[in-house]
């Protein structure tokens, strides 16, 4: 997992709860580098979990609402680290070109980066269906990125999300 999504959550946590909250998370668990990560490091993913499972404990938030809430506030800032990756009009051609456009130009700057895949199902003027596919299972903080996306381009969204099935999981988003 790219050191990136560690210090965004670290930036959300002192923002949200305080720095003394993350650092009891910390202090909580035994990670391999003490909780210390780099913007261009790859970590493993089971510490992001193990990170996420004690802030859970710690703010009795559940842990799909903690990951929709960091998705929103990591859409943001991404963007702004990066925004050379929103040349679209609007909502729907962003998620049209996560897959031939914006996650090639992050395989660019992050060779190694383990990306998710979007299936497109369908695709019209209001809506785009589709398949989030990833071993990670971090569909909840892909919500989150498409309301950041939202919130960016001041388009209102529905998003309905799915269970997993054999494919991944499915994915309605329809403007309002």
Do not use: C, W
């Amino acid at each position: 997992m790219r050191g990136i999504i560690f210090t965004e959550l670290y930036e959300l946590v002192e923002e949200k709860f305080g720095y003394e909250l993350l650092d009891d998370v910390l202090l909580d668990l035994e990670l391999t580098n003490d909780g210390a990560y780099t913007a261009t490091g790859n970590y493993p993913f089971s510490e992001l979990l193990d990170i996420l499972i004690k802030l859970h404990e710690h703010t009795k938030i559940p842990i799909e609402d903690l990951l929709e809430v960091f998705g929103e506030y990591l859409f943001t800032r991404l963007l702004n680290m990066h925004p050379e990756l929103a040349k679209t009009e609007n909502v729907l051609e962003f998620l049209e070109q996560v897959e031939t456009y914006i996650h090639i130009e992050v395989k660019k700057l992050y060779p190694d980066a383990e990306l998710p895949k979007f299936n497109i199902v369908s695709k019209d003027e209001k809506s785009f269906k589709f398949y989030y596919i990833s071993s990670k299972k971090l569909h909840h903080l892909a919500k989150g990125l498409i309301q950041g996306l939202s919130n960016h381009y001041k388009q209102p969204l529905e998003i309905k999300m799915g269970l997993e099935d054999k494919i991944g999981v499915f994915f309605e988003v329809t403007r309002i």
